[in-house]
């Protein structure tokens, strides 16, 4: 098995989510939970580059709320995933928590 060729962008952020601080170096099970991928902190479709400044490590999860949110710093993606994710938090009360309470 080949190793990614931008393998030193997980070693540099420590197989870590830049936007959450969920690791995957510990364990198996961490790593497997976090499903970490290499991030355009700044998304291609908005002019993102493939430059080792723009790339961050994200955790499945925050990458896919984050999204193609135009952003420029990982300080502005973690305030697209914290607004997106207060949506979805409340779209997981009403929809949910409260379906589940009537069962």
């Not at 790593?31 to 490590?57: Q, R, T």
């Not at 994200?58 to 607004?83: D, F, G, L, Q, W």
Request: charged share 30%; proline share 2%.
């Amino acid at each position: 098995m080949r190793k990614d060729p931008r393998h030193h962008i997980y070693e540099r952020d420590n197989w870590t989510c830049q936007y959450c601080g969920r690791g995957g170096i510990e364990s198996f099970e961490d790593w497997n939970e976090a499903w970490l991928a290499i991030d355009h902190i700044m998304p291609k479709k908005h002019g993102g580059s493939d430059e080792e400044s723009n790339l961050v490590v994200a955790c499945h999860t925050c990458n896919s709320v984050k999204a193609a949110e135009m952003c420029s710093s990982i300080a502005e993606a973690k305030e697209i995933i914290a607004r997106k994710n207060e949506g979805r938090k409340r779209w997981f009360q009403k929809f949910v928590a409260n379906d589940s309470a009537d069962t």
